[in-house]
Every structure is written in structure tokens, then in C-alpha cells.
């Protein structure tokens, strides 16, 4: 409650700052908000130190609370200097806040009911910053794609908790359990549906890349970053509420997710726009989350949680990179945005450094999440580990041949770069991506505190 | 002059609709509903710039209205004639029906719409409509009627989007949205009354900000909604098509929700699934609107540019929408 009535203040001070100063004054806003939310990390786990009944959070909430405050700045911090964010900013900075309180609410609210409303309610900012600074007329079946899938998709969640809001009188769910031993698969479809399509997992994926396409790049930074974490901190919580052994519905949905990943790995070897290939890689690595959520295991809650958080840092980047790239050339193609790394090295560096994160070399996270995931899903079925095997080899294909196109040296007769420069400014968003990277390496066990 | 012979014959319309509520009797109601429509025709035929158009619209109207009186006329007659009970309240569930224009009766709806000026458009379409819907519990002891209201609401719930979407005017696309509300006004007729009027003043009062707004523009066809809706009514237009798309925390939203949740407390499935089913292919809809309407090749006034007039309603568009669902669902 303290973060939010510190949000809502800062939020009103801003307006009456000078137009200019308002960026900064936002960007530093999000960097204390996120500094204040470290704070419920401490302590027991789960606190109720709270001055309205409505809140509850633990060490799963804090994090994506802390990641959505982070997430957000970045997303602010590389709009500001993106020239394509046409009108006027302030609606930007003003939708983007917006949609952070929308978030951080969504993350403590201890009521079922109250986690639908918001998690709905944050598709209306992400719709108007994709509606507004979108760059084609294709955005309007984007939105239609994610708005139908999003809200069709929890409509069965609807039901649910307006059954829970009927029989027993509130659809509170902490400390509580289900007495019901048996609960059948269209139950548990009806629980996780809309949290699947959010992450996204396969075979509910196909909104995915529409919206990053037509997205800003601060659009895709939030999307990337964030939003996807609704699905898995959703999942989390109807365990939670429901019951942790799901059984045949679990191994159904893990078998999916296997195939997902593997799915996600070629169609990013087919990519020719380099959002689309950072958006089915989001694909194949949110399969990971699944799998380590759906094991029902520790083992896998805390591989899920590191693929979330670190993913979360590491997906902005890429679009970060993609973003700055793009607006050099003036072209998502990969072919041609290798003029732009030519012109500028040090993106070649960058985009290496990103694209090594992404595949999961070490020391980054990833692998930690990867390896723990695949022995949760091993346990259950060995000869699983073909297709895994077969996921690494396409993922590290992808990588290799994302990196080789952007930094091919095949001589051309003109370049053709709108600026051949990039200033400490533009790469301020990603160097604020790399540490948070380093912390979830040196905290990978932060999830394991049960 | 004109301005005056409108508003008397619509509070003439209005008293008669308010009576007919109280009445007892079958007939008497139907007294009362045909005073009602017979006052709305001058209302209806009032046009500032005459042409000929308006009377094609008003002569549909009066005809369908003219056609469903019969046949409760019809009705009334033949149960005091031979007491055919079932037969008389299948002919006046018949006359109601096409009244209402619910699906499959609602060819006339869009037929007259297109015709009509904006005013007559939120009184044919939500004003008379809230009235007559009242009337639907009277047919709910008789099985063959209360099926035949229920399934025709359910097809109007999920029809009703569908050709939303191939509207080409707005006035066409209004008519429609008619439609889809009967719908849900005749399926919450089935959960008390109670609901029906907390549905219709929310419903009405959604509609005359809607309908002021586009009147305020003159906007006649779907793709220039962008360039008519004047600049400093779009924030609150943006505010009704995010509460008509069904987006939480809106009021459209929670107002279905109360009707999807009295609809889980009787086990009706059918009616769940009707619900979801038109909430989303609403919602489709809406986003679609919302873009057309928010896509100008001009820049616009922006939000608060109007008169002290246009912001205070514009203001209260967005008060209404996103906040009186919360209202509403404390106070329910």
C-alpha cells in the first residue's frame, strides 16, 4: 500500500514539472520505485503488513512487482529517445504509469476477483500505446487478435471465480485450500486457459508476434518484459488457491510446451523480421516456465520463476538492441540492419552479448532455469530429453545465424543509415538491463525460500 | 416551435409509458404501449431540414408497431373470445417480440434506424424499449412463450455483434447495438424486474451520451467516424466504446457480470455461454470502432478544448464509464 500511495504522489508532483523535465523526473521516479519495492523482499516471505485488507505479497509477487517497476523506466527511458513515438510523449509516460500501477496492484491483490479485473484492465494501456505509436494499419487486427485471445481466453477464469464469489462468499486466495479431491481437466483447463494464452504457450501463441510487430519499441519492452509474467505469476497462484497436483492435465500441458519450444525454436530459423524472431523466441523460452510450473515440483518453481525474471531483463534487451538498429536503417529486416551495426560496432558487441543471454550461455541465469526445467520434465518421461536436445541445437542455430546475418561483412556499394552513431543516451536503457541480470545470477535461489 | 412540439409529444409518450406500468390489465397495457407509440410518431417525423428519407423510416416504424398492436390485440380478443390460453399469449408474445425487434424479428430495426434522426434513435432504441421490456414477465407462466423470449433474447445477444459489424452507417451500426441490449435486457427480465431497470437507466444513460456525441458530429458512416466525432467529444467516446468492448473495470462490464453471475445462481449454461459469446465478439467490435474513431488524417482539438458545455459533458462520458460500474456493483 506505502508503494502505491508513494506511486500516486510522485505521479501528481511530476505534473507540474516542466515538459522536458518530466522524462527524467519519471525515469527517476520508476528507479526509487523500484529501489522501495527491494524492500519486500526481506523479511519472513509472506507479510501482511499492510494498511488496507486487500494486499498480500511474498517473495513470488515481490519480484514481478520489482520487475514490472524496472521494466516499466527502461520502456520510458528507450521510448524518450526513439524518434517514432509520434504526439506527444506525455501520453506516454502518462499511459505507461498507468499501466505499472495497473501491474503492481495486479501483483499484491490478495482476491481472485480483483486479480481478474486487473490483469484485463492492463490490456486497455498496452492496446493504446499499440493503437497510438504502432506504425502500420495491420495494428488494428493485432490488438483485435490479443484483445480476443487475451479476454476470451479468461472468460472460463470469469466463471470461476463468480462461482467462488456464489457458493462461498469470497474469492480470496491466500491460506486457503479446496476440499474437493478430484478436480476434472475442464476445470483446470477453465484455471489456466487465460493464463496460458498470456504467456504465451503453444499452440495459443499466434498473438504474440502480431502485437510485437505492430508495437513500439517501448510497447515491446513492456509486452516482453512484464505482461507475459502475468501468465506464469497467474498459474502460481491457482496452485496456490487450488491444488498442486494436477496430474494428467500437467503432463498434457508439459507435453504441449516441449513441443512449443521446439516449434518456437524453428520458426525463429525461419524469421526474416527480427521482432518476430525475438517474439517466438519469448515462445520457445516461456515453454520452459511451463514446464517448470507444471511439474508441480520445487525444483521446477524455482527454474519457472529464474526463466520469468530473467527473461523479463533479457527479451527487453533484445528489443532494446532491435529498436535502436531498426531506427537506423528504417527496416526490422535482418539483412538490412546489418548496415546499421557496421555503421555503429559497438551494436555488433551488444547484440552478441544479448544473443549469448538469450540462447543461455553462461554466466547468464538462463541455463540455471533451463537445466532445472529439464530435469523436472526428465523425471517424468527420460526420452523427453530428444526433443530438448533438439530444441538446443535449433536455439543455438538461430543464435549463431541471428548474429552471423547482423554482422556480415559482405561488401555493399552504398550504406544505406539514417545516423551512423550511438551515444551513451541510447544505450542507457540496456546497460540498466544488465544488472538486474547479474543479481538473478548471484539470487537464483530466491525462489527456493518455501 | 418544432423544438417545443418534440419535447411535448415525448413527455407525452413518456406519461403514457410510465402509466402502462402500473396497469393491471392485459389491455389497458396495451393501451398504454400504443398511446406511447402513436405520441413518438410526430416526435419521429420532426426533422429540421425536411426530406424525404424520414418518412420511409417513420412509415417502417409505425407499420411493425402498428402489425405487433394487432396481433396483441388479436390475442387479448381471442383468450376473452374462447379462452384459448396458450394461442392468445403466443399471438401477444408474437406482438411483443416484433415490438422489441429481438431476433428473428428485428428486420425493421435497422431498416428504420437508418432513417431516423439521432434523438429518435435512443428513444426507439433503448427509451421505448426499457418500457416494453417490462411487459416480458407477464408471458412467463406460459412455458411456450417464456422459451420462445429466452431463446430469441440469446440469439439477439449473439446476432446483434455480428451485424454490428457489417455496419456501414452508424445509424445502422446503432440499431444493432439495439438489438444485442434487448437481448440482454429480456434475459435479466428473467432474473427479476429489478434488474431490467437498474440495466435500462445504465443502458439509456450509456446511449444518450453515445447518441449526443455522434449527433454532435453528424456522423453518417462508420469509416469517417474518425474525421465527424469533433475532437473534444472523443476522450469520452473513446471512454463508452472501452465500456461497450466490455473491458474491466467499465460499466458495460459490470453490469453483464451481475447478469452473468444471477445467470450462474439459477444454473442457466445457456445463458453463460450466450453471455461470453457476445462479450467477445463485442469486444472485437468495439476495438474496431475505437480505432476508426480515434484515426483522423486532421489533428484535433485535443481533450478539455471545447465549450465549458462540451468539456462538462465530455467529463461526465468519462466519470460515468469508469467509475459507476464500481458504484454499481457496491450498490447491487
Known sequence: MGLLILMALNCFCVMFLNKKDQTVAVVNCFGVWSAFSLMYWGGSGVSRESLSELFCVDIYSSSMISLSLWICGISILVSSCMTNLRGVFNSYLILVTLLCFLLVQC??????????????????????????????????????YMAAYTVGGSFPLLLIFTTMEVHAGSSFMWFISMKTTSLNWLFWGGCFLG?????????????????????????????????????????????????????????????FSIVGSVYGAFMCLRQSDIKKLIAYSSVSHMAFSIMGLFSCTEVGMVGAYIMLVSHGFISPGLFVLSGINSEMVHSRKIKVMSDGVRAAPSLGFFWLVMIMANLGVPPCPVIISEVLSVVCVIALYPWVFVLLLMYFILSGAYSFSLYCQLTRTKKKIKMKVFFNEVTLKDMSALYFLFYPLAEVLFKWDLWAMM | MQMLSMIVFLV????????????????????????????????????????????????????????????????????WAIEAADWSSAMMCFGFALKLGMVPLHFWVSRSFVYFHYGGIFIVGAGQKVFVVACVPLFSDVPLCAYAYYFMAVGSMIYGPIAMFNAIAVKSFLAYSSVTHTGFLVIGSFFGLHIVYAYSFIYCVSMAFLVFMLWSGDCKFMKNLGSELPGYYKTGFVCIAMSFSGFPPFLDF??????????????????????????????????????????SEVKEPGFLSGTTGQNVLNMSCIIWNLFMGAGFSMLY
Open chain 1, 107 to 144: 501483483f499484491m491483490v490478495n482476491t481472485l476477483a480483483m486479480f481478474y479485473v486487473l490483469f484485463e484492465s492492463t490490456l486497455i494501456p498496452l492496446a493504446s500505446i499499440i493503437g497510438i505509436w504502432g506504425g502500420q494499419i495491420e495494428r488494428v487486427p493485432s490488438i483485435q
Open chain 1, 195 to 255: 493464463f496460458l494464452i498470456k504467456l504465451p504457450a503453444f499452440p495459443f501463441h499466434a498473438w504474440l508476434p502480431k502485437a510485437h510487430v505492430q508495437a513500439p519499441v517501448g510497447g515491446s519492452v513492456i509486452l516482453a518484459g512484464i505482461l507475459l509474467k502475468l501468465g506464469g505469476y497467474g498459474i502460481t497462484r491457482m496452485m496456490m488457491l487450488f491444488s498442486y497436483t494436477l496430474e494428467s492435465f500437467g503432463i498434457l500441458v508439459m507435453s
Open chain 2, 12 to 79: 407525452m409518450s413518456l406519461m403514457a409509458s410510465i402509466a402502462m406500468l402500473f396497469m393491471s390489465s392485459i389491455f389497458w397495457v396495451w393501451v398504454m404501449t400504443d398511446v406511447g407509440t402513436l405520441f413518438l410518431i410526430p416526435f419521429l417525423s420532426a426533422e429540421t431540414r425536411p426530406k424525404k428519407s424520414w418518412f420511409t423510416g417513420v412509415a417502417t416504424y409505425f407499420v411493425i408497431q402498428f402489425f405487433g398492436s394487432v396481433m396483441i390485440l388479436g390475442g387479448i380478443i381471442l383468450d
Open chain 2, 254 to 295: 459490470c453490469t453483464k457480470f451481475v447478469i452473468l453471475q444471477l445467470s450462474m445462481e439459477q444454473d442457466s449454461t445457456i445463458t453463460m455461454v450466450s453471455i461470453l459469446t457476445s462479450s467477445l465478439i463485442n469486444l472485437i467490435v468495439w476495438v474496431w470502432v475505437l480505432f476508426i474513431a480515434t484515426s
